[in-house]
């Protein structure tokens, strides 16, 4: 029984998810290693732009393990990314023409406006506050290098 064309794709989908889910369980371990947080946003503007529904569904997915590993609220990061995508993504690709500078603020605003996103959280549900320390500046720069190859 062969295999048609079209399902390779979701096949290939489904071994990068196992392959981050392993990896995000290694970034907890290791600190050097960067949890993919910005590449995660970027594949998610991605495929909403694509309107791919699978690797849509998938990257969420990747999305609700990194916060389970991190101990974000559930769903937190899609809110954010979602907000973020409709209101101030359009207003980026109006003011900025060069992709580098595009793609650093993705990495940024998704850093940096997360944390500002679960500080906001905190306050109004009365959790403990986010923190935040010296290795997000790396993770930062080591992401914008991966996300200027993708």
């Given at each position: ?10 096949l290939t989908l489904f071994l990068y998810v196992a392959l ?15 949890p993919l947080f910005g590449v995660l946003f970027l594949l ?99 992401e914008f290098f991966i996300v200027s190859v993708l």
């Open positions: 029984m062969q295999r048609s064309l079209t399902h390779k794709k979701s981050f889910v392993m990896y995000e369980s290694l970034s907890s371990i290791y600190l050097f290693l960067p998610f503007i991605n495929s909403l732009d694509n309107e791919d529904s699978l690797a849509t569904f998938l990257i969420i997915f990747c999305i609700v393990i990194f916060e389970s590993e991190q101990g974000y609220p559930i769903f937190s990061a899609v809110i954010y990314f979602v907000f973020i995508y409709k209101l101030v993504l359009p207003k980026i690709m109006q003011n900025f023409s060069c992709p580098p500078c595009v793609k650093i603020s993705i990495v940024l605003l998704a850093y940096l406006g997360f944390y500002f996103f679960n500080y906001i959280l905190s306050n109004i549900f009365l959790t403990p506050m986010p923190f935040i320390n010296y290795y997000v500046i790396y993770y930062i720069i080591l």
